[in-house]
């Protein structure tokens, strides 16, 4: 098996663990952890951060696969808290890369001199909260037994790799591969049979670059997704220079919106407003355009099925034009679900990849996979013999990560006992029982749906004030009421059943990991309406929240 065995932590051969003090220990070098040991610091609080990887990055530190890039406009995916930071960086195309993503993260590490309060190569086991001291002890796998008033888990929505779920891949002969723990050197596939299992975005973002270097290409198949073109060009310099006059207008309307991306403008109609017409014009509109703007073609098209079945269909036609056999079209049409239920996809020619000679669907709605044979993969009666194999299988998202560590609250109260139904959360912040411990874009929060690196500035900036007014009233602990956080569950699943969200088998619900609670992870009542709920807490004293004296 194939995988980042560079980044494994590794124990600090034969040395005894270390004992450490901190008032924050900050989890995940990602874009939410990076900002908050920024806003620490400045703070003037001592501060570690832990991070499993043997660098920053989070997300784009592992998920180094061939064609690995953001859908998200660079000149938007990018931090906003520092204006200067803002005007120097130079993006070289409309969506950037996985590469430049981590050498900007990179850029930002050192540039805020943040690199010397991390700790690489080190992953929390656990985390205890010790009520006698108020404060939470933590073990990491090298040993260290660190304390600290805060743990703000920046541990990503998207970080977890759902294993692979079937049988005998020690027996398999070839390599392994997954797209979340893409090995750091290049992976030739020259000449090779491969296989690919997944199409949601990162399948289908490698998918047609392996099928160019493959002798032959197997992409397996469950269910088809909705790709819309991504249209990644060159960053055009006047068109740079035009956003960065303006840039902070840019970021007020960002935050203002809903999903964080206005380069493309959200329309403000409702589907049937409009002429058959112009709702054609607007779909095609965007499908020129390129990138995740359908989501603000018309205001009801998540709340409205025969709505969404305008833009599902239009987006079927497409794909009907792109891939010359019908019968393989059909195959590749999304069907049964709402567009944008199970998030939308990016891509470039992955529809054209089907007329390539060297690749063959499995539908595996067919014929599930059964197992790894020494030589590939064993489809119903069928054996594929592959010499390489890629997950793209997806993640435990939104969960997993935090649910992978023993975190204890008061009276020893476990996490993963109490989040066994679906998580439990006040805003997606903080959880009741586990005084002090922050989570950034945590289930119950807008996170995956709203721009993901301000929703993380958001979220960080939210922790830093809170903790800045904890030590200002002299308060020692801050935890949720169990009647705010019921409320708030309350009120997610309220806003989630006026959608058309809960129709699809989706990760938003956790609906792609066997045995896991079917339950609305993200906040869908868009970003505005959070940070608005959000700052009225602060500004009603932190209502919903115990705050307890030191
Ligand atoms: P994903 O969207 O969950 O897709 C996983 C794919 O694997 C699905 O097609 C799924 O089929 C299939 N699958 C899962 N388990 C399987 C099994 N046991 N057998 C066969 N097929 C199986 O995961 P992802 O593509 O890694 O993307 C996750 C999220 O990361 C995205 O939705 C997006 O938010 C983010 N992302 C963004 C970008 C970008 O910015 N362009 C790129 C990559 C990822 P089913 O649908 O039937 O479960």
């Given amino acids: 098996m194939k995988a980042d065995t560079q980044a494994k932590p590794t124990k600090l051969d034969g040395q005894p663990g270390r004992d450490f003090d901190f008032d924050v220990v900050v ?3 990602g874009f939410a952890g990076i900002y908050m040991l920024y806003r620490l610091r400045g703070m003037g609080l001592s501060a570690r951060l832990y991070e499993a990887g043997d660098g920053v990055g989070g997300t784009w530190y592992w998920n180094r696969y061939p064609g690995a890039a953001c859908d998200v406009a660079s000149l938007e995916y990018s931090y906003s808290f520092s204006e200067e930071l803002q005007q120097e960086w130079k993006w070289s195309h409309r969506y950037a890369k996985q590469p430049e993503i981590l050498a900007y993260i ?9 690199r010397r309060d991390m700790q690489f190569k080190t992953r929390m086991t656990s985390t205890v909260f010790a009520e006698g001291k108020r404060r939470w002890q933590i073990a990491t796998d090298c040993g260290d037994r660190v304390s600290a008033q805060f743990c703000v888990m920046a541990t990503g929505c998207l970080s977890a790799p759902k294993p692979i779920e079937y049988p005998g891949p020690e027996s398999f002969k070839g390599n392994v591969y997954h797209t979340a723990y893409w090995p750091h050197e290049r992976v030739d596939f020259s000449g090779q049979r491969v296989g690919v299992v997944g199409t949601g975005s990162s399948g289908i973002q490698c ?11 197997h992409v397996f198949q469950r269910t088809p997704n909705f790709s819309v073109p991504a249209r990644n060009c060159p960053m055009d310099p006047d068109y740079e220079r ?35 017409e112009e709702r054609q014009r607007e779909y095609e509109h965007r499908w020129e355009a390129g990138g995740l703007s359908y989501y603000t073609s018309f205001v ?31 195959l590749l049409c999304p069907k049964g679900y709402p567009f944008g239920a199970k998030r939308v996809c990016t891509d470039t020619n992955y529809y054209e990849t089907f007329n390539r000679d060297n690749v063959t669907l499995v539908d595996l709605r067919k014929s599930p996979i059964k197992k790894f044979t020494a030589k590939g993969l064993q489809v119903g009666d069928t054996e594929y013999e592959l010499d390489s194999v890629v997950f793209a299988t997806g993640f435990d998202a939104m969960t997993g990560a935090l649910l992978n560590i023993d975190i204890r609250g008061r009276g020893g109260r476990l996490l993963k006992q109490k989040w066994a139904e679906g998580p439990r959360t006040y805003l997606g912040l903080m959880t009741e029982g586990f005084p002090n411990l922050f989570i950034t874009t945590g289930p119950g929060s807008p996170s995956v749906l709203y721009n993901m690196v301000l929703g993380n500035e958001q979220h960080v900036d939210w922790i830093a004030n809170c903790i800045e007014h904890l030590r200002k009233q002299d308060r020692a602990a801050i935890e949720p009421a169990v009647e705010a956080e019921q409320a708030w569950g309350e009120h997610v699943n309220e806003v989630a059943n006026q959608t058309l969200f809960p129709l699809a088998d989706s990760w938003y619900l956790g609906a792609n990991v066997p045995g896991k609670p079917r339950v609305i992870l993200p906040y869908l009542g868009g970003f505005r309406a959070y940070s608005q709920k959000c700052n009225e807490v602060v500004s009603k004293g932190y209502e919903g929240f115990a705050l307890t004296a030191r």
Avoid: C, Q, W
């Fill in 242 to 276: 035009s956003i960065k006059a303006n840039y902070a207008e840019l970021r007020r309307r960002e935050r203002e919106s809903d999903f964080g991306f206005m380069l493309v403008e959200p329309n403000t109609k409702s589907t049937f407003e409009v002429t058959p």
């Fill in 300 to 330: 009801d098209l998540m709340v409205n099925r025969e709505a969404n079945e305008t833009v599902a269909e239009f987006v079927r036609t497409k794909i009907r034009e792109k891939v010359r056999d019908p019968a393989l079209a059909e």
């Fill in 207 to 217: 998918i047609p670059l392996i099928a160019e270097e493959a002798a032959h290409l």
């Fill in 106 to 114: 990179n850029h930002v590490t050192d540039r805020f001199d943040l």
């Fill in 27 to 29: 989890i995940g070098a």
